[in-house]
């Protein structure tokens, strides 16, 4: 029987390859991406190694994760983190891009190298943000919402008022699934392909 728990480190492995394989529209990146393990680099790993006790996983009941959320209760501190702990060690396989990236993989490259960019002043009131993927054979039932009400009640319980998330506009199937939830759009200015989510930890008897 599936159940939800901490992430460990020896999960790493499954939540890379849940990662890479929901990344594209929420569909298998490697396609279209020369070394698509830039996403959990960029996406999923650092928020397990830099805020654990924030990382869940959806076990099989078989010990493999096959689906996750993570997250962080404190967006500026966790860029600081990203800078100063984390990218040291992603930069050599992903160097910075030497002027204006030319293919998608340099453009992921450019958003690793630039985690400031996760300080948006519009999403200040929702301090906390996720990211939250399944397995296609796991969506659909249930799971999901599961995972976010364990990781909304863990940021309620440090005393966080609310989350944000940022999505990929075009990704339709994901933008229903977070409306459902009680997810409502968070108005950036200019905010390119992606759009802006947010809701508060509370009121989890609404999931």
């Known amino acids: 029987m599936s159940l939800i728990r ?3 480190p020896g999960d790493r492995e499954a939540v890379e390859d849940i990662c890479v394989r929901t990344a594209h529209l929420g569909g298998d990146s490697r396609p279209h991406y020369r070394d698509p393990g830039i996403f959990p680099v960029a996406f999923a790993v650092p928020y397990a190694v830099l805020e654990p006790d924030l990382a869940f996983v959806l076990d099989d009941g078989d010990g493999r994760a096959v689906g996750y959320v993570v997250g962080t209760a404190d967006t500026p501190r966790f860029v600081a983190a990203f800078r100063t702990r984390w990218l040291p060690s992603a930069a050599g396989r992903y160097p910075r891009p030497k002027g204006p990236p030319r293919t998608p993989d340099e453009e992921l ?6 985690p400031e960019r996760m300080l948006v002043p519009e999403v200040a009131a929702y301090p906390a943000h996720l990211h939250i993927d399944l ?12 995972l976010m009400r364990t990781l909304l009640k863990a940021l309620g319980d440090k005393g966080v008022p609310a989350v944000h998330l940022v999505m990929v506009t075009a990704n339709t199937p994901a933008r229903a699934f977070y409306d459902r939830l009680g997810f409502h759009e968070i108005a950036v200015p200019d905010p390119g392909p992606v759009t802006f989510l947010g809701r508060t930890t509370g009121a989890l008897d609404t999931l």
């Open 135 to 146: 397995l296609p054979d796991w969506q659909g039932r249930g799971h999901g919402r599961a």
């Open 109 to 114: 490259a450019g958003l690793l190298h630039d």
């Open 6 to 8: 901490l992430y460990r």
